[in-house]
C-alpha cells in the first residue's frame, strides 16, 4: 500500500504512534524496566552531545564507551570509599546528634556506630531477615547492572542506526506504510526524547552550580571527605 505525499487519506499512523509511546512508558512502569529506559535516555542523550561536538558518530561512541568505564570505575572507587568511611563518619557525626538530641530529651537507640549497627539489625526483627535482605538487595542491584549494560548498548545501536526503518531506500515501494508508520513512531519517540534532554539538561546545569558552591564551602571549611561528599552532592543533584 502506497501513501501519496501531500495526502493524508488515513490518521492511523499518527495515532499509532501515540499508542506504542504510551504503551511503551506504561509497560516500562509495569514491568520494573524504569532503570534501563532511563539509562537508555541518559545514554543517548551523552551521545548526542559527544557527537555535536566530534561531529563523527564512530568517535563518538567511542568517546562514550570511555566515559562509561570512567563512570563505573568511579561509582566503585567511591562506594569503596563511602563503605570504608562510613564508620568514621558515624562516629564523627553520632556524638554531635545525641547532644543534639540529650539537650532535647529525645533517647536514641544508639551511641556509636557499632550500636547503630546493631539497632539497624534490631529494627530488621532477626540476624537471618537481615542476611535475606542483604542477599535481595544484592541480586537488584545485579539486575540493574545487567539492565544498565542492556540500555547502553540500544542506545548505542539507535544512536549508530537512526530510524526504525534503516533499509528504507531498499523497499520496492518507497512510500509504503510501514515506512509512513516508522516515521510517526520515530517523530513521537524523537519529541519524547527532547522533553527529557531539555529537563535533564537544566537539571546537569543545576546540579553543576549547587556542586561547586558545596565544594567552595567544603573546601573552605575543610571537612574530612569532602571529595566523597562533593560527588553524592552531584549525583543528587541530578534528581529532579
Not at 97 to 112: H, M
Not at 156 to 162: A, E, I, P, V
Not at 164 to 169: N, T
Amino acid at each position: 500500500m502506497e501513501v501519496k505525499s501531500g495526502e493524508r487519506p488515513m490518521i492511523t499512523p499518527t495515532r499509532l504512534s501515540y499508542g506504542v509511546l504510551a504503551v511503551t512508558i506504561i509497560l516500562a512502569g509495569l514491568l520494573h524496566l524504569g532503570v534501563p529506559l532511563l539509562v537508555v535516555l541518559f545514554s543517548y542523550f551523552a551521545l548526542r552531545q559527544l557527537y555535536f561536538v566530534t561531529k563523527r558518530k564512530w568517535l563518538a561512541l567511542i568517546l562514550f564507551g570511555i566515559v562509561v568505564a570512567g563512570i563505573a570505575a568511579a561509582a566503585v572507587y567511591f562506594t569503596r570509599a563511602a563503605i570504608l568511611a562510613l564508620p568514621d563518619v558515624a562516629d564523627t557525626s553520632i556524638p554531635s546528634a545525641s547532644a543534639w538530641a540529650q539537650k532535647r530529651q529525645i533517647e536514641l537507640p544508639f551511641t556509636d556506630f557499632e550500636s547503630l549497627r546493631q539497632a539497624v539489625v534490631n529494627t530488621l526483627g532477626q540476624e537471618a531477615q537481615y542476611l535475606r535482605n542483604v542477599a535481595n538487595f544484592a541480586k537488584s542491584t545485579a539486575t540493574v547492572i545487567v539492565f544498565s549494560i542492556l540500555g547502553i548498548v540500544a542506545a548505542g545501536s539507535l544512536f549508530y542506526k537512526t530510524g526504525l526503518d534503516p533499509y528504507r531506500g531498499t523497499h520496492r515501494v518507497k512510500n509504503n506504510l510501514y515506512s509512513v508508520c516508522c516515521n510517526e513512531v520515530s517523530t513521537r519517540f524523537r519529541d519524547f526524547y527532547r522533553s527529557f534532554a531539555t529537563v535533564m539538561g537544566a537539571q546537569i546545569t543545576i546540579s553543576l552550580i549547587n556542586t561547586l558552591l558545596t565544594s567552595i564551602f567544603l573546601l573552605a571549611v575543610r571537612l574530612p571527605h569532602a571529595p566523597l561528599l562533593i560527588a553524592i552532592t552531584f549525583l543528587c543533584g541530578l534528581v529532579p
